[in-house]
Every structure is written in structure tokens, then in C-alpha cells.
């Protein structure tokens, strides 16, 4: 396995991970996002037992000890499983993740204190780099689940949302709802949560220009459009659902 980088947005660079053993044919992708700035921000660390890969793909960007903070998504191995790795590398890093996040998992699993931060918090990381932390709980899976805007690129680095299979190009202008809505289909990784569609459309009021899939090409067009459409399938999901008075006595 190899490790490609692309510059998605100005300062902001795609690590992408292709495992074709993961849903074959068409395999998958693990992306980690870096913005470059004097505090350099690193969105997904990676699974633990690729951060061998990661370290060499950060080393022809920067320095990997000059990451000062580390983010993600939710707590779960390819969001984070190499954080304590990150943190072993970069004596400066620290986690920085939502209060549930820091709460439930990261306060007690990394090995320095995470910084909490509260719902619409901005870091300034220097050189115009300014990410807000935006709460997503359930959104699409995992209570501690949230995104980082990039303000200065328009940039939502928007985790599992939209996940897709294949190894397509870094950075596409085509569609990827319908692939989103393929990969929900097969793997069924969302919470179904009945605010998940009002959570993606107060997305979209950020009318991002870039998003950076986790899994997935990175998108560059109107993403606000795209965040509706997603909202909307999954609002058809919920509602197909049924609630569950009605479950209960159809059983
Ligand atoms: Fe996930
Ligand atoms: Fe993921």
C-alpha cells in the first residue's frame, strides 16, 4: 500500500490510503486531511496499524513533529487509532475534539490532555488558517461525532458523511451523493437518527466550496447543494423507517 497527497484547497493537503481488500471489487480509501499553518492541524489520524504509512506521507509535507493539533471525527480506529502515535511523534500536538468526545473516550485514551472544544469554537492556527468545531451527534454515526470547517477555503472536513467506495481521483466536480447513497446502502454505517437531516442542512448554510471526504474523493463545487440532496436522502431513510410505536405494533 501506498500513501498519494494531493493539495485540495489552498494549505490543505489529502492523504489517501487505497485498501482494495476492504469491499472488493472496487476497495477503499482512509484520507487524512493536513492544514498547513503555523499550527499545523492533522483531521484523522489514520488506523494505528497504518501509521507507518501516514508518518512517511506527513514527512514530504512537514516535519511530523511540528503538528501541534490532532482532530477527528469520532472516536474509532481509522479516525484515531494512531493518535497516541501522533502525540509520541509531535511533543507540541494535542487532541482537539468536542466535549462528549473528550468526555466519553479521549480524557481517559490519550496520552496527553485533550483540548475540549465547545460547539462552534474556532482555533486560529495562524497564517488566515481558521477551523471552526461543529457538533454532529449521531451525524452519521457516534454520539462524540462532529466536523471541522476550514473558514479560509470554505473547506468541510466532513468525515464519514458522504462515504463512497473506489479509488477515484483526489478531487472531483462530479456527483458523490449517488455514491454516497450506494455505500449506505451496502454498509449501512448511519445512526438513522431522526435529526440527521436538519443536522447536514445547518451544513450546508456553511455553503462550503470544498468537502473533503474521509472516504472518497474530495469535492469542489457546491457543496451546500450536495449537503441538501444527502439531507434529503436520509430524511427518506428515517421516514421509511417508520417510528418505532408503529414497529412495536405491527410486531
Ligand atoms: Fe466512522
Ligand atoms: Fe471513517
Not at 500536538?93 to 496520552?111: E, K, R
Not at 466536523?147 to 472531483?172: H, R, Y
Not at 456527483?175 to 435529526?195: M, R, W
Request: aromatic content about 8%; some cysteine; overall charge negative.
Amino acid at each position: 500500500m501506498e500513501t498519494k497527497i494531493a493539495e485540495i484547497a489552498e494549505g490543505i493537503f489529502r492523504l489517501s490510503t487505497f485498501v482494495p481488500d476492504i469491499a472488493p471489487p472496487a476497495g477503499f480509501t482512509f484520507n487524512q486531511f493536513l492544514v498547513l499553518a503555523d499550527e499545523p492541524l492533522l483531521f484523522h489520524t489514520g488506523l494505528g496499524k497504518m501509521f507507518g504509512l501516514t508518518h512517511k506521507a506527513l514527512s514530504r509535507i512537514i516535519p511530523p513533529e511540528r503538528l501541534r493539533w490532532i482532530s477527528f471525527g469520532h472516536f474509532e480506529a481509522d479516525e484515531c487509532g494512531a493518535l497516541n502515535e501522533c502525540l509520541a511523534v509531535a511533543p507540541q500536538a494535542q487532541a482537539a475534539q468536542g466535549q462528549t468526545g473528550c468526555t466519553v473516550s479521549l480524557n481517559d485514551m490519550a496520552h496527553r490532555s485533550p483540548r475540549e472544544l465547545k460547539n462552534g469554537e474556532i482555533i486560529d492556527l495562524g497564517r488566515g488558517k481558521r477551523v471552526r468545531y461543529i457538533d454532529t451527534p449521531h451525524t452519521p454515526h457516534g454520539w462524540d461525532a462532529g466536523v471541522i470547517f476550514e473558514e479560509s477555503t470554505g473547506t468541510l472536513l466532513c468525515g464519514d458523511l458522504f462515504t463512497q467506495l473506489g479509488n477515484g481521483a483526489a478531487l472531483t466536480e462530479g456527483d458523490i451523493v449517488g455514491p454516497a447513497i450506494a455505500s449506505e446502502d451496502l454498509f449501512s454505517y448511519s445512526c438513522l437518527n431522526p435529526s440527521m437531516g436538519t443536522i447536514i442542512r445547518g451544513l450546508a448554510e456553511l455553503s462550503p466550496r470544498t468537502l473533503a471526504l474521509m472516504h472518497g474523493p474530495s469535492f469542489t463545487g457546491d457543496g451546500a447543494a450536495a449537503l441538501h440532496a444527502l439531507a434529503d436522502d436520509y430524511d427518506r431513510r428515517i421516514s421509511q423507517r417508520g417510528s418505532p410505536v408503529a414497529i412495536a405494533s405491527a410486531a
